[in-house]
Structure formats: C-alpha cells, structure tokens
C-alpha cells in the first residue's frame, strides 16, 4: 500500500493563478481531510470530507475548493493564489466515518505564491 | 483562549533525561486524544492515542486528566532519535461532525 499520496511536492505560482493540490489514498477510508501548516500557527483544517459526495469546511476554507467523487480521490483547488496562501499543505485519512481514528498524512506540498 | 494549547519550547535536554510534555484543551467535550511527532519538513506521524486510563508504549506514557482538561506525555531515557517537534492533537466538536484540533507543536531537541 501506498497509503497518503500526494502531488506535486512543490510548486510555485504567481499571484491570481489557480492550481489542484492532489491527494490520493489506497487504503479505503472514509474520512479525509486537507491542513496546512504555517510557522507558529500549527495545523489548521482546511476542507474535510466524511465519504464519497460529502465535503465540508474546516477552520480556514477561504480561497480553497475540494471535491470528492471517489472514495480515493480529495483534490483541493486554489482559485486564485493569493501570497497568504503560501505554505505547506498536508492531506490525511482515516478509517471510520469521522476524525476520531488516527490520521495518516500524506508527505506534504510545499507551495510557495510569488 | 485557543482550542488546544501547548508549550512551544524548544526543550533542551541531555540523552537519558526525563522530560514532560503538557496540552490543554478547553472543549470539554473532546473524546479521542493523541500525540503525533513531526520531524523537520516532514509529514506528522501517529505517536500513541491517549486513552483515559493512561498508557504506556516503551519509554513514552501518556495520560488524560479530564477534571483539568490536559493531556501529558512523558518521554523517558531520551535518545537523540527523539528529537522533533511533538503535537497533540484533540477530537473537538462543532456542530454535528468532530474534527482533529492540533496544537502548535513542541519542540524537543536531546543533545549528547
């Protein structure tokens, strides 16, 4: 099993561009989730999905769009970078139909806006 | 007050030392637990889930003390493989779904 996998592993943007931020997982579960990670902010949650056709907001879902047709598949969508978007981005999942399992994380998108 | 709380540290410790890792919480509602290691520009990794009677994994104990809404982890006879930034992490809930709230992360460095 490949477990959290995620692409690209970086990536710069301008300003006003937008991107998808891949996140796949083999292992069939349920809950998924996108962080992103910033110097003295911790993980905060972006988008978070419960199963197929779900989605929801998290903490910080502003400028950021998700979608989940397959259970495997939770990309997220910048639509128009901003620099405040600059950061390291991680996807997760978990077994179960919420977050209350252990998470496993994808190794991360460090995406930088100019 | 933020949802989950740690100190940021760094702590700075000799190989062998005990040290002690505290988090707070403030939703008395939260009902899983855990604490993730990070290495630098690394991806989070399950360390142990925090169960309410305490538990023990080789050198790392943690526990819950729900009356005071903390969770601790103590890591003995530290090594210099331990070091890397710690998190907790706390199950909250708004609205009808939970979600992981994280703490900012502490980091530990063992020195020789």
């Known amino acids: 099993n490949a477990g959290v996998t995620q692409t690209p592993k970086f990536q710069v943007l301008k300003t006003g561009q937008s991107m998808t931020l891949q996140c796949a997982q083999d292992?069939?579960?349920?809950?998924m989730s996108w962080y992103r990670q910033d110097p003295g902010m911790g993980l905060r949650l972006i988008h978070y999905?419960?199963?197929?056709?779900?989605?929801d907001q998290g903490e910080v879902p502003n400028g950021y769009n998700v979608s989940r047709s397959t259970t495997e598949d939770f990309p997220l969508r910048l639509l128009s970078a901003a620099p405040s978007q600059t950061s390291v981005y991680f996807c997760?999942?978990?077994?179960?139909?919420?977050?209350?399992?252990?998470?496993?994380f994808g190794d991360g998108t460090r995406l930088s806006i100019l | 007050r933020k949802e989950v709380e740690q100190d940021p540290g760094p702590f700075n410790v000799p190989e062998g030392a005990t040290v002690a890792f505290n988090c707070t919480y403030s939703?008395?509602?939260?009902?899983?637990f855990f604490w993730y290691r990070q290495d630098c520009r690394k991806e989070p990794k399950l360390l142990m889930s925090?169960?309410?009677s305490g538990n023990e994994d080789g050198r790392f104990t943690a526990q819950l003390n729900r009356a005071s809404q903390y969770i601790s982890l103590l890591i003995r006879d530290s090594k210099l493989s331990d070091s890397a930034t710690y998190l907790c992490a706390v199950l909250s809930y708004g609205g009808s779904q939970g979600n992981l709230i994280f703490g900012k992360g502490t980091k530990l460095s063992v020195k020789p």
């Open positions: 939703n008395s509602a939260s009902q899983s």
């Open positions: 925090v169960y309410s």
């Open positions: 999905s419960v199963g197929a056709g779900i989605t």
């Open positions: 292992m069939n579960h349920e809950y």
């Open positions: 997760a999942s978990s077994s179960g139909e919420g977050a209350h399992q252990p998470q496993h």
